[in-house]
């Protein structure tokens, strides 16, 4: 800039680059608060229960200013599963993986899991109205809550082998490994990994 005045060019023009910035920063921030808003209806109605327009009146926006941040109703359901899900490995996963390997941390993972499922029986469980609402339903929606649910069974089963090949399970732990495996993605999976969690809070090493 120095030598541009030096040379009879004038002083620079003030760059755009920041208030651009600013205005994307923004833009992020009123995107996230939607989403959050839209997280919590679809908690309580699932994720056919979320409307753009009740969203644009719970935020005091216009239609077109919530549509204008997701697009179409699809990716605002797609973008609420994603949401969710980093929720889900923020509680549950990546404190879990803090723990020693082996039985330590697929103890965490299991006390966590029921533990947030336990407070969405009341709240509601993304995962499990998901899986009723688009079981026979294929599409986009349904990828990206298949994707989710098997990156989180994924996760079980290599801290059930590593705790295997920790040497600290007995064989009888195997069959939550199997009621993964078996069990629908609704209410009776509730049902099932209660006791399951019980059973491996009671389990210890060889």
């Keep these: 800039p120095m030598a541009r005045i030096a040379s009879g060019g004038g002083p620079t023009q003030r760059s755009p680059a920041v208030p651009a910035a600013r205005s994307l920063h923004k833009g ?11 997280l919590g209806q679809a908690s309580h109605m699932g994720l056919e229960g979320l409307s753009i327009g009740a969203l ?3 935020m005091h926006m216009s239609k077109s200013g919530v549509f204008a941040h997701f697009g179409s109703r699809e990716e605002l359901q797609i973008s609420v ?22 039985l330590p941390r697929l103890r965490s993972l299991f006390e966590r899991w029921v533990k947030r499922v336990s407070v969405e029986i009341d709240s509601g469980c993304i995962y499990i109205s998901g899986a009723v609402e688009f079981d026979d339903r294929p599409g986009p929606v349904r990828d990206a809550l298949a994707s ?3 990156a989180w069974h994924g996760a ?3 801290a059930i082998q590593l705790a295997i090949d920790e040497g600290h399970l007995v064989l009888r732990v195997l069959v939550i490994h199997a009621c ?9 999976r509730v049902r099932e990994i209660e006791p399951a969690g019980g059973v491996l809070r ?5």
């Design 148 to 150: 989710m649910v098997v």
């Design 156 to 158: 079980l089963e290599r």
């Design 28 to 38: 992020q921030q009123t995107r996230a608060v939607i989403l959050e808003a839209a």
């Design 56 to 58: 644009a009146e719970l």
């Design 202 to 206: 009671h389990v210890h090493p060889l």
């Design 180 to 188: 993964l495996q078996r069990a629908p993605l609704g209410p009776a």
């Design 81 to 102: 599963i994603r949401e969710y899900h980093a929720k889900f490995e923020e509680e549950v996963f990546y404190p879990a993986m803090r723990e020693a390997r082996g």
